[in-house]
């Protein structure tokens, strides 16, 4: 499998996810801006969406949306338990944690780094973000994880949006659970492979 990312984007969820799962994937950089990839294809071919993560998996089928490729990834690997189980009441709360990480944080977030987007609109997303991040600070508590004792594909993924806060302007001191789960899920063997693998650390 050919997962196609940037380093430290949003990408980062689907790579801990494989690894958590311990499947084996080829990495490919993608230049966001030129939409070339590494090896000087162009990425609009993979995916014409124009965004990482996109994931080839063996037959050659392309794979977007980060939720998506997690989920995929979790179903690969049934005994590593990085979803509930489908149809489970635990499965519906992974789903409404990813959505809200997705719709809320990871794209308010996003939006802070946008070179497009005017100061006046990034200070009222910024606003809307705060407001989301401490409800994420609350809703996990002393955790361990978001959905109490097992790591899940979610807890990447919050691990994700949390490590993009500093880079605009919020200390994750602020949210004591939050910071405490970042470091928690830093601490992951499969976490520190994939930020290695990303150049990170
Ligand atoms: N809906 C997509 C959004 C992915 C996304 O926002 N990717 C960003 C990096 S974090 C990106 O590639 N942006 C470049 C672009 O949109 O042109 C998902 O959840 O996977």
């Known amino acids: 499998m050919k997962l ?25 950089a993608v230049d966001l801006v030129t939409k070339k990839t590494a090896g000087g ?9 124009g965004y990482i993560p996109a994931l080839v998996q063996d037959d050659g089928t392309v794979l977007t949306e980060g939720v998506a490729i997690m989920l995929y ?14 149809g489970t009441a635990d499965y519906i709360k992974l789903v409404e944690w ?14 802070q780094f946008s070179p497009v987007i005017t100061d006046e609109s990034k200070a009222v997303t910024k606003a809307i973000l705060l407001r989301r991040l401490d409800y994420a600070n609350e809703a996990l508590g002393k955790g361990p994880y978001l959905l109490g004792e097992t790591f ?14 500093p880079r ?34």
């Open 152 to 165: 899940t594909i979610a807890d990447g993924y919050l691990f994700t949006v949390c490590s993009w806060q």
């Open 98 to 111: 990813l959505v809200f990480i997705a719709t809320e944080l990871h794209k308010l977030s996003g939006a």
């Open 73 to 86: 990834v979790a179903g690969l690997a049934p005994d590593k338990a990085l979803a509930p189980k489908p």
């Open 4 to 28: 196609y990312y940037k380093a430290g984007a949003c990408s980062l969820a689907s790579h801990i996810a494989l690894r958590e799962a311990g499947v084996a994937v080829e990495l490919e």
């Open 168 to 201: 605009i302007g919020h200390d994750l001191a602020k949210w004591p659970n939050l910071a405490a789960h970042n470091a928690r899920v830093a601490s992951r063997p499969a976490v520190q492979a994939a930020l290695k693998a990303e150049g990170l650390i």
């Open 41 to 49: 294809a162009d990425f609009l071919a993979v995916n014409p969406k």
